[in-house]
């Protein structure tokens, strides 16, 4: 009874721990809960656009980057070989062996690499963008089975630019990829 | 229709006198015997007029639509009377309708059996039955018993997906929205009626079939790009009861006419016959002069970019002028290589959206050892829309290359089409609309004069537009050439989407050059 009596005389001490609750529910759970640090400007969010691919297409993941700041961050992508690497990747079968490159010269030590640097992207504080990465690419799905995909990516840039700062990562997802011969029958 | 089925006889059989002279007889409980005692009556008075009492005994068609004029209807009977065999006394038989729905237009008794009629019927009748009789003189002991048809009603086209929801109908005299207007790639539904027929109709009948024809406009049945795969869904099929497309372009007049036709049922069944064609119109509003102006185009360069653990970074045969990291590295600053910018004034709310094609890309590298031509295959250019953007107010191009110092020359030749689409907002059922396309390329050497352990790389050549009309490719200086445009003015590269096949499409997306390398070696 006593407590409650408390609560009753203070109730602007509720009210005001009710509101950090809420900010911290909208906050900072969706940041724990992808198992990222709260103090990280972004969150990443993962997921496929089809669970069920087909061996030998290209596979696409969607990732949804949310500011979580109170400032703008940098969404600015850059390209190579058709792979966007503001990302890291990581890609493993279903038994957590890392799935196998495309191309084994990387980082780019061969010849052939092209790349381009997308157009300026800012994004305000609160805001979210998603959008399509392929995994494809960069990793060879085209072995049937069931594969983890992750991403991450820095939290910042420098001031010349280069991507710096912590791995913010996203969740990890599983991609199944079916014999080509042997495609869904419903589209997922 | 009225009493339908109620005999509209000025007359009455109990008004008259028998030929005997008797008088005036009342009808109730000898008209049967009366009736009998007449039919079996001799030729009245010599003159051939036979007071037998007119039958019906078919009529074809025997289906009619509202709205229709029919002016060779056959009835076949008997004791018809013609207008030859008439006489005063026994004038020509009457084919008459028993209801107020149709407007009778001609008549002729051709013979004893046979009458053909002419008639209208009323625009805003409904579906039910009509009964006709054919009267001889005398009345109702001379006229027959009520021959029933089918009267259909017109069809009617609605707009299920209107904005407002409040699905008018669009064709006919009592259209609630004649004329109504969409933007262009806003989806349109249409639905009629009838899709079955009343069962209480008189001749058992079921729709067999319909028909639709869309005339103007450019029409399709669906475009949902992705950046996996796109196509055109073309037309859908035209022999249902509803339709659902869209229009592409700007159209003043885009007409959808219906019609349907029915068919017998079961052993009484009546006529094959079709409904008349009722029209919608659309008015299809878009943009009046789309174009893509363009901006930059510069020479070739060769830029030093930062690597990090990702990319070597250094070297960089760059059509644009940047600096900062390489493309694995982080962004770059700088000038991009060629930009583009959406002109024009959209119908509505909406969005320019932008997807490149790349239509070829290669990367040949020559040095002492040998040289390696590494070719994409043709795709989509990363992502739909382009860079994954919607409604910016610019995109652009910067295609690299990096520089491994072990080669002599780098050479990439980059072709690629830039479509401007827009997609309205006017609901959440609209598909994207290309607006118009202008094909560029990069065409870009870099010289090593150095060596590989000191290289020392110049570049040369530059990006543009390809000119359809075969003028000389700008050279990177702006204002110099009619490929580049003045400010706010559309570029001449710009070539207007006014075809389904200028709705672009892919396969895929393109596969970059370092996916399939070929190698010589000297």
Redesign the interface.
């Known amino acids: 009874m006593k407590s409650i009596n408390m609560f009753r005389k203070s109730g602007r001490a509720t009210s005001e721990f009710r509101a950090w609750l809420l900010i911290w529910l909208a906050f900072a759970a969706p940041a724990l809960a992808c198992g990222q640090a709260a103090e990280q400007p972004f969150t990443l969010e993962l997921r496929a656009n089809k669970p069920i691919g087909v061996a030998g297409?290209?596979v696409?993941v969607w990732v949804k980057m949310t500011n979580v700041s109170d400032h703008a961050v940098?969404c600015?992508?850059?390209?190579?070989?058709?792979t966007l690497?503001s990302y890291n990747y990581d890609v493993r079968y279903e038994d957590g062996k890392s799935a196998d490159l495309?191309?084994k010269s990387?980082?780019?030590?061969?010849?052939?690499?092209?790349?381009?640097?997308?157009?300026?992207c800012s994004l305000g504080p609160g805001k979210s963008r998603e959008?399509?990465l392929?995994v494809s690419?960069r990793y060879n799905l085209s072995k049937p089975g069931k594969y983890m995909v992750q991403i991450s990516r820095r939290s910042s840039?420098?001031a010349?630019?280069?991507?710096t700062g912590d791995w913010v990562k996203s969740n990890a997802i599983t991609v199944t990829v079916l014999p080509a011969n042997d495609p869904p029958t419903t589209q997922q | 229709m009225g009493d339908r089925g109620v005999p509209r006889d000025p007359h009455h059989y109990a008004g008259h006198h028998d030929r005997k002279g008797c008088s005036k007889r009342p009808a109730g409980d000898v008209l049967h015997s009366a009736i009998e005692r007449w039919r079996h009556l001799p030729d009245r008075a010599g003159s051939g007029c036979d007071l037998s009492h007119a039958t019906i005994t078919s009529i074809s068609p025997n289906v009619f639509f509202a709205g229709q004029t029919y002016s060779n209807v056959i009835i076949t009977g008997t004791n018809f009377i013609t207008p030859a065999a008439a006489t005063t006394a026994c004038p020509a038989t009457v084919f008459m309708p028993t209801e107020v729905g149709l407007l009778p237009k001609a008549l002729t008794v051709n013979s004893s059996t046979e009458i053909t009629y002419g008639f209208q019927v009323i625009a805003n009748v409904r579906t039910g039955e009509e009964s006709f009789v054919a009267k001889n003189a005398g009345g109702l002991l001379q006229t027959s018993q009520p021959f029933k048809v089918d009267i259909l009603a017109a069809p009617v086209i609605t707009w299920a997906n209107d904005p407002d929801g409040t699905s008018p109908t669009i064709s006919g005299p009592n259209a609630t929205l004649p004329n109504p207007t969409v933007v262009v790639g806003q989806q349109i539904i249409l639905t009629t009626t009838p899709t079955t027929l009343a069962t209480g109709i008189p001749i058992p009948l079921s729709i067999v079939s319909s028909a639709w024809k869309v005339t103007g406009g450019t029409n399709i049945g669906d475009y949902q790009p992705t950046s996996a795969s796109t196509s055109v869904t073309l037309m859908p099929p035209l022999n249902t009861p509803g339709l659902t497309f869209y229009s592409v372009y700007p159209a003043a007049s885009v007409q959808e006419a219906y019609q349907f036709c029915v068919g017998p049922l079961g052993e009484d069944g009546g006529s094959n016959a079709c409904s008349p064609v009722v029209t919608a119109t659309f008015d299809v509003s878009g943009f009046s002069t789309p174009a893509i102006n363009i901006g930059n185009e510069l020479l070739a360069n060769i830029d030093d970019l930062t690597g990090c653990a990702a990319a070597s970074g250094g070297p960089t045969l760059v059509y644009g002028n940047l600096r900062g990291p390489a493309a694995a590295c982080g962004v770059a600053t700088g000038t991009p290589g060629i930009t583009f910018y959406p002109v024009g004034t959209p119908p509505g709310a909406g969005n320019f959206l932008f997807a490149q094609v790349v239509t070829g890309d290669s990367v040949v590298y020559s040095g002492a050892s040998g040289t390696s031509t590494c070719t994409a295959t043709p795709g989509l250019d990363g992502n739909y829309t382009y860079q994954l953007q919607i409604n910016p107010p610019s995109t652009s191009d910067s295609p690299e290359a990096p520089l491994p110092s072990t080669n002599a020359t780098v050479t990439r030749n980059f072709n690629a089409t830039m479509y401007l689409l827009w997609q309205s907002t006017v609901n959440a059922k609209t598909i994207p609309v290309p607006l118009g396309y202008i094909p560029w390329a990069f065409n870009g050497t870099a010289a090593n004069g150095g060596t590989a352990a000191n290289p020392a790389w110049t570049a040369s050549g530059t990006g543009a537009p390809v000119m359809s009309n075969g003028e000389a490719s700008p050279d990177g200086v702006i204002g110099s050439n009619d490929a580049i445009p003045d400010a706010g003015s559309p570029n001449s590269a710009f070539v207007p989407a006014t075809t389904i096949s200028d709705i672009p499409g892919w396969n895929g997306l393109a596969v970059p050059a370092s996916a399939s390398c070929v190698t010589t070696t000297n």
Do not use: C
């Open positions: 297409s290209q696409f940098d600015t992508e850059a390209e190579m070989d058709g690497t495309v191309d990387l980082p780019y030590s061969s010849p052939g690499h092209t790349g381009k640097q997308w157009d300026k959008i399509e392929v690419f840039l420098d010349n630019g280069l991507r």
